[in-house]
């Protein structure tokens, strides 16, 4: 039996930082938090579900006002739908800027 953390280099980050995905095209916005960030990786909670397999460029700012947003491109690899229309997806970072 494997676990998660023999499986990884880095461990995930707990976080609570607002996050915007951008997809699409005409362009979807979807907001949500950014609820832990790993070294190839993030976990979110969207308000929208956003298929997987979809490439998102992805904002996450943690609120500091002398602080830019870190930018990314992602892509969804699972999700984990909840209540009211919101998800929890999993997203593998292919690019940051």
Do not use: W
């Amino acid at each position: 039996m494997s676990y998660a953390y023999e499986k990884r280099d880095f461990e995930r980050v707990k976080t609570d930082a607002t996050v915007i995905l951008y997809y699409g095209a005409p362009s979807k916005e979807v907001a949500g938090i950014c609820i832990n960030i790993g070294d190839c990786g993030l976990g979110l909670e969207l308000s929208a579900i956003v298929p997987i397999g979809t490439e998102c460029q992805v904002k996450v700012h943690d609120g500091h006002q002398n602080a830019g947003p870190f930018q990314a491109l992602v892509e969804i690899k699972h999700i984990l739908p909840l209540s009211k229309g919101r998800c929890q997806v999993g997203a593998a970072i292919l690019e940051m800027f």
